[in-house]
């Protein structure tokens, strides 16, 4: 049995139709799936940028070190706290020393006590 003329172009628009719809979505697919690879080479180095600057992060940390640790000065017995600490670095060594004059004051008079320190 034969389709009239009619329904016979009409299915010819129609098939047409979904034919261009299909080249669309199929370039449209392509167009997303090289996104998909761009977008993933992308978050692959960003990954890869981040561990290096996480480990930069911890590797800085644990290099920091304590030179000189300072307490704040206690009171003594008689409720008097002892005198400013003068700090001097000694001439020609860059900084790497540090002498620290203590002076406190009790019962038997003033007492003077030096302190040197070196670093490494």
């Known amino acids: 049995?034969?389709?009239?003329?009619?329904?016979?172009?009409?299915?010819?628009?129609?098939?047409?139709?979904?034919?261009?719809?299909?080249?669309?979505?199929?370039?449209?697919?392509?167009?997303q799936k090289a996104k998909i690879v761009q977008l993933r080479t992308e978050a692959a180095h960003q990954e890869t940028m981040r561990r290096r600057l996480h480990n930069q992060i911890h590797e800085l940390k644990g290099n920091i070190r304590v030179f000189v640790r300072v307490r704040p000065a206690n009171p003594?017995?008689?409720?008097?706290?002892?005198?400013?600490?003068?700090?001097?670095y000694p001439p020609n060594t860059?900084?790497?020393?540090?002498?620290?004059?203590?002076?406190?004051?009790?019962?038997?008079?003033?007492k003077?006590?030096?302190?040197?320190f070196k670093f490494d």
């Open 94 to 110: 860059d900084r790497m020393a540090l002498n620290i004059k203590e002076i406190t004051t009790g019962v038997g008079g003033e």
């Open 76 to 88: 003594n017995g008689n409720g008097e706290s002892p005198a400013i600490l003068p700090i001097t």
């Open 1 to 31: 049995r034969r389709l009239p003329k009619k329904k016979y172009k009409q299915a010819n628009v129609d098939i047409k139709q979904l034919s261009d719809e299909k080249a669309a979505l199929e370039l449209e697919r392509d167009e």
């Open 112 to 116: 003077e006590r030096f302190h040197d």
